[in-house]
């Protein structure tokens, strides 16, 4: 029985190595960005969203090095910049969090936090969130995942910062590499109650819920035919690989993407090395 406090994907998190560069590179690539936020001493990280509708990305930064961040950094040390953990969106993060228990997972948190916002009038207020994980080693294709109650929506999804020069709209799939893809897709149905289903390719999908975007487990060799002369180069054999975007107007993402895409079938193609280990696949929609 699917989970009722978790529905799908809210947003995919991106680690990278220097923040305001990995900013500078995704503003290059036609994205609207929000103004860098700062979280707590305690966590030592900062962000900058990508705002889409229902869901976003997220590009994360370590900006001191705390006990908390510590599997972030380990993340980069080990596998360099790149999906490092995926948000389910919680209606309610401590009955989320009750749920996953009964289940037999003991949930990091329910855990309280906020960071400053400036808003496009220039006034500063606040993004609220209640946040838990699964735990730390219960991470399906080397991919962490945790849920987020949003407290104060109107703060994240700002209209202003929802239109895109490359016309993203929405993600549609997150592609996660692994040798293994049928087991890892059990394993994440297992800990959100949720069946996985098998593609005629050898991939193995699993629905987040709702009309959120899907999770895909696949080979490189798979993902690699799936996307056709797009390079794969800093791609790990497992870990986050892909974040497949819903685009409104593929004729302005080739304009927006300019010599970063690649035409791959129905597809226009951001190879890894050129979206901070993370290979950006725009889909017509």
């Known amino acids: 029985m699917a989970l009722k406090n978790v529905i799908g994907i809210d947003h995919a998190v991106v680690m990278v190595q220097d923040l305001d560069k990995a900013a500078e590179n995704y503003r290059q690539l036609g994205f609207t960005l929000s103004p860098r936020g700062t979280h707590s001493a305690h966590m030592g990280t900062g962000n ?21 961040n510590a599997p972030a950094r380990a993340f980069l040390e080990r596998q360099g910049e790149g999906i490092e953990r995926i948000a389910f969106t919680a209606i309610d993060s401590a009955a989320g969090a009750a749920e996953i ?20 009038d220039g006034t500063v207020s606040a993004a609220k969130f209640r946040t838990f994980m699964w735990p730390t080693a219960e991470a399906p294709g080397g991919v962490r995942i945790f849920a987020c109650q949003h407290k104060t929506r109107e703060t994240v999804w700002i209209p202003e910062l929802m239109r895109h020069a490359n016309a993203a709209r929405r993600i549609s799939q997150v592609l996660i590499a692994t040798p293994e893809p049928a087991a890892e897709a059990a394993h994440l149905a297992r800990l959100i109650d949720r069946e996985p289903k098998a593609e005629t390719d050898g991939a193995s999908t699993v629905t987040s ?62 190879p890894p090395a050129r979206a901070n280990g993370t290979l950006l696949a725009f889909i017509a929609g």
């Open 48 to 68: 900058y969203t990508i705002m889409f509708d229902p869901d976003y990305m997220e590009l994360l930064g370590v900006l001191v090095a705390t006990e908390h």
């Open 101 to 120: 228990r009964a289940r037999g997972f003991t949930p990091v948190g329910p855990t309280d936090f906020e960071r400053p916002v400036t808003l496009p």
């Open 209 to 270: 819920g709702g009309d959120r975007a899907d999770f895909v487990y696949l080979t490189l060799e798979q993902l690699g035919k799936r996307y056709p002369g797009v390079p794969l180069t800093g791609l790990s054999g497992r870990g986050g690989a892909a974040l497949v975007l819903v685009s409104g107007d593929l004729a302005a993402t080739e304009k927006a993407l300019s010599a970063a895409g690649i035409r791959s079938g129905a597809a226009v193609v951001v």
